[in-house]
């Protein structure tokens, strides 16, 4: 039988054109050890702003043994998910007089032409910089902790409406245990509009983060080694529906999460201790798409390597 190529040709430019496309999506860790400038960058809250990606992490040190080493923030940027800008150090909390110990899982949020950068220091406090840009200069929002918890992440919905989330299992703002929490922010960005809220009826372990799709308000938090999530229609719902596993446990890494549509397309941010010479307190930023049932439910992230 004679095969006609020309006819097939576009068919197997297609087949050749999503392979490539799949391995380009899939340059993970973000950083690699080899290039100038490389830091352990952790915890990864990806935002996008003006149409680019930005990644803001906490840093680990080179010689890292612990957590308690960490102390300030890079920003990693990019505007196709290929190449990436890695901005280093942008933000040294300690360097404020009311700013010290630990410094654990950042994010950031833009409103009233402001971008918004909250850490948490002394592993629990809530400081907050500001800046005209995603990536700093970064000045002092506060000259105080705002409110105490663990791993805060904010979300600004459609309305403008801004709500700041994390879990309580370090402080007792709640009920006995540890859960998902929820509160208003007020219109300045930096002081609570009400009450911490529990959102979801099980306990869980950290890592915290809140995302919006379609109507449908998404939460996200470990509880021990694995991932789950909690789906809802309102963002401070009493309580959250518990839908199942978003990602296993990271390699060599307790897990932590973010998750962003860009160009049309969803992923998840996390971070693993097993690249780059890596370890439990050394880890690395990555990426993966994430895949949505008609539903809305999502299915269950699978980790992956590839160099650049």
Same mark, same amino acid.
């Given at each position: 039988?004679?095969?006609?190529?020309?006819?097939?040709?576009?068919?197997?430019?297609?087949?050749?054109?999503?392979?490539?496309?799949?391995?380009? /999506?899939?340059?993970?860790?973000?950083?690699?050890?080899?290039?100038?400038?490389?830091?352990?960058? &952790?915890? =990864?809250?990806?935002?996008?702003?003006?149409?680019?990606?930005? $990644?803001?992490?906490?840093?680990?040190?080179?010689?890292?043994?612990?957590?308690?080493?960490?102390?300030?923030? #890079?920003?990693?940027?990019?505007?196709?998910?290929?190449?990436?800008?890695?901005?280093?150090?942008?933000?040294?909390?300690?360097?404020?007089?009311?700013? %010290?110990?630990?410094? %654990?899982? =950042?994010?950031?949020?833009?409103?009233?032409?402001?971008?918004?950068?909250?850490?948490?220091?002394?592993?629990?406090?809530?400081?907050?910089?500001?800046?005209?840009?995603?990536?700093?200069?970064?000045?002092?929002?506060? /000259?105080?902790?705002?409110?105490?918890?663990?791993?805060?992440? $904010?979300?600004?919905?459609?309305?403008?409406?801004?709500?700041?989330?994390?879990?309580?299992?370090?402080?007792?703002?709640?009920?006995?245990?540890?859960?998902?929490?929820?509160?208003?922010?007020?219109?300045?960005?930096?002081?609570?509009?009400?009450?911490?809220?529990?959102?979801?009826?099980?306990?869980?372990?950290? &890592?915290?983060?809140?995302?919006?799709?379609?109507?449908?308000?998404?939460?996200? &938090?470990?509880?021990? =080694?694995?991932?789950?999530?909690?789906?809802?229609? %309102?963002?401070?719902?009493?309580?959250?529906?518990?839908?199942?596993?978003? &990602?296993?446990?990271?390699?060599?890494?307790?897990?932590?999460?973010?998750?962003?549509?860009?160009?049309?397309?969803?992923?998840?941010?996390?971070?693993?201790?097993? #690249?780059?010479?890596?370890?439990?307190?050394?880890?690395?930023?990555?990426?993966?798409?994430?895949?949505?049932?008609?539903?809305?439910?999502?299915? =269950?992230?699978?980790?992956?390597?590839?160099?650049?």
């Amino acid at each position: 039988m004679k095969i006609n190529l020309n006819k097939r040709s576009p068919l197997l430019f297609l087949v050749f054109f999503l392979v490539f496309a799949l391995k380009l /999506t899939a340059q993970n860790p973000i950083l690699s050890k080899n290039e100038n400038g490389f830091v352990y960058a &952790a915890d =990864p809250a990806a935002e996008v702003f003006n149409g680019k990606v930005y $990644v803001y992490c906490s840093r680990d040190v080179e010689d890292a043994v612990s957590f308690k080493t960490m102390q300030d923030y #890079v920003v990693l940027e990019s505007s196709d998910l290929k190449t990436w800008i890695n901005h280093g150090v942008v933000l040294e909390p300690r360097k404020y007089s009311w700013a %010290n110990g630990q410094m %654990n899982a =950042p994010d950031v949020a833009y409103k009233n032409e402001w971008y918004y950068f909250y850490f948490p220091f002394d592993k629990t406090h809530i400081g907050v910089s500001k800046s005209k840009t995603p990536i700093g200069p970064w000045q002092e929002a506060v /000259t105080e902790k705002i409110t105490t918890i663990f791993d805060p992440t $904010v979300f600004v919905d459609d309305d403008g409406q801004a709500y700041i989330y994390g879990n309580d299992h370090k402080v007792n703002i709640g009920e006995k245990g540890a859960h998902i929490m929820g509160a208003k922010l007020k219109d300045n960005m930096t002081e609570l509009d009400g009450p911490w809220i529990r959102l979801s009826e099980e306990t869980v372990s950290e &890592a915290v983060h809140v995302f919006k799709r379609n109507g449908i308000y998404y939460f996200s &938090a470990r509880v021990g =080694p694995t991932t789950k999530y909690w789906m809802a229609d %309102n963002p401070l719902p009493q309580y959250a529906t518990l839908k199942g596993k978003l &990602a296993g446990d990271a390699p060599k890494a307790p897990n932590h999460t973010s998750a962003i549509e860009f160009n049309n397309e969803w992923y998840l941010f996390y971070h693993r201790g097993d #690249v780059n010479d890596g370890s439990f307190h050394k880890r690395s930023a990555c990426f993966d798409k994430m895949t949505f049932r008609e539903d809305g439910t999502i299915i =269950p992230i699978e980790y992956t390597l590839a160099k650049k």
